[in-house]
């Protein structure tokens, strides 16, 4: 028995004129997740991409698997190939969907016919295979408004497909169908889960991080990179660039009031971050900060972060509670690295008490007391940069 793979797409079809580009991206996308694991045919019609194995040891669970992790798709469906011809239609149906008939009550039998040439019309398909199918299951009856289960029957230009149920795709849009940006990763929770949203949405994501030697340890940058090779699984590659921050963190320590020290680090992180950025040709920055989650994650604390950029900030996690960033960090599997306990640099100055409402003009002028220019830019020329390849 042949089976093959069904990818439909999702709001993408709706896309109009770009649709055409849209499912050019993911189509090779699709093929390059899957080439690693053995020859197979792919083709596309009708919103959907048909991936069949050419070789018996390929698993249809692993490509699901992969498939999963795929921005663009938003349903997977498992189907058996038939001849186009509806004896063999027939007979693969019971022997295939046998399991998944013999647990449920109800069902219905859909059909698409995209080669008009077939002898049978679609009504006459359902009527047909509804027949065959209760009487090889004699405890089913057919539900044509809320059925159990739909059979879907495919008939297309070289063979037929019967299938029944689907997966849930990774939804969102195809990888670089949204630009580029760059994001700033801590070993935190949140600004995983923050590039996860934004690579959903298409874009293409790039890392940045902030390391204070010997205030920070080389475990929790290896923490960091563990976790820049985990999101390449739904991002793909990600460039990761890693900025010594030590000598800036000791000037503001020295030079600034306690309570403006994490605002003010955080405008020197953005500062370099869009440096790096024009350099990379990311369009935008985004963090993991979520609105009143911590004393400087405030509305006027973005404020006065955001006065130091000239490019738009994406904080995708600004609306979602603490459990929900949460719920995603674990279904994308960084929930269990980024919780082991490993200094970041944010927490090693962390002031006492922090400015809830920090002004913008107090802030700017200790700024520039601080005397920083020469030390940002040695920072951005001490960057280093590495790829992280998705794990093929
Ligand atoms: P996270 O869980 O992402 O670490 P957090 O709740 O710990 O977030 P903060 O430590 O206040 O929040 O950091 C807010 C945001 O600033 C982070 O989400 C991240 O985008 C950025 N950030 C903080 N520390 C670093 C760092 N060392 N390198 C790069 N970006 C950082
Ligand atoms: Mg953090």
Not at 18 to 40: S, W
Not at 231 to 241: N, R, S, V
Not at 249 to 271: A, G, K, N
Not at 309 to 332: G, H, S, Y
Request: aromatic share 6%; charged share 30%; hydrophobic share 40%.
């Amino acid at each position: 028995m042949k089976e093959v793979v069904l990818a439909k797409y999702g709001e993408m079809a709706l896309k109009g004129l770009n649709k055409g580009t849209f499912e050019d991206v993911l189509f090779k996308q699709i093929k390059r997740r899957l080439r690693p694991l053995g020859a197979m045919t792919f083709s596309r019609a009708q919103s959907t991409v048909y991936i069949e194995p050419q070789d018996e040891s390929i698993r249809i669970d692993d490509i699901i698997d992969r498939l999963q992790k795929v921005f663009g798709i938003a349903t997977l469906c498992r189907a058996v190939t038939c001849e186009k011809d509806f004896d063999d239609i027939r007979t693969r149906a019971v022997d295939y969907l046998r399991e998944t008939l013999e647990d449920v009550e109800t069902f219905k039998v859909e059909a698409k016919r995209a080669d008009k040439t077939f002898p049978m019309k679609s009504p006459e398909i359902c009527r047909e295979l509804g027949g065959t199918l209760c009487e090889a299951f004699p405890h089913l009856r057919v539900d044509v408004h809320e059925p159990d289960v739909t059979v879907m029957v495919d008939i297309r230009d070289t063979n037929a497909y019967v299938y029944a149920g689907k997966l849930r795709g990774a939804g969102g849009l195809p990888l670089g169908t949204g630009g580029k940006a760059l994001l700033l990763l801590s070993g935190g929770i949140d600004s995983p889960v923050a590039g996860y949203m934004m690579a959903k949405r298409g874009v293409l994501v790039n890392a940045i991080h902030f390391v204070s030697p010997p205030y920070t340890s080389d475990r929790a940058l290896l923490k960091v990179e563990e976790l820049a090779q985990k999101m390449t699984a739904y991002c793909g590659d990600i460039k990761f660039y890693c900025v010594p921050f030590t000598e800036i963190q000791e000037q503001l320590r020295r030079r600034c009031p306690e309570e403006y020290f994490t605002i003010l680090m955080r405008r020197v992180m953005m500062l370099i971050a869009q440096q790096i950025a024009a350099q990379d040709e990311d369009q935008a920055l985004i963090t993991g900060e979520s609105i009143g989650q911590v004393a400087s994650q405030t509305m006027q604390a973005m404020v006065c972060t955001d006065a130091v950029c000239r490019m738009p900030v994406f904080r995708p996690c600004v609306a979602l509670d603490k459990t929900e960033i949460i719920e995603i960090a674990r279904r994308i599997d960084t929930f269990d690295i980024s919780i082991q306990p490993y200094e970041d640099c944010c927490t090693v100055f962390t002031p006492r008490h922090p400015k809830i409402r920090p002004q913008l003009e107090l802030i700017e002028a200790a700024q520039e007391k601080a005397e920083l220019g020469e030390m940002i830019a040695r920072a951005v020329e001490g960057t280093t940069c590495k790829t992280f390849h998705v794990e093929l």
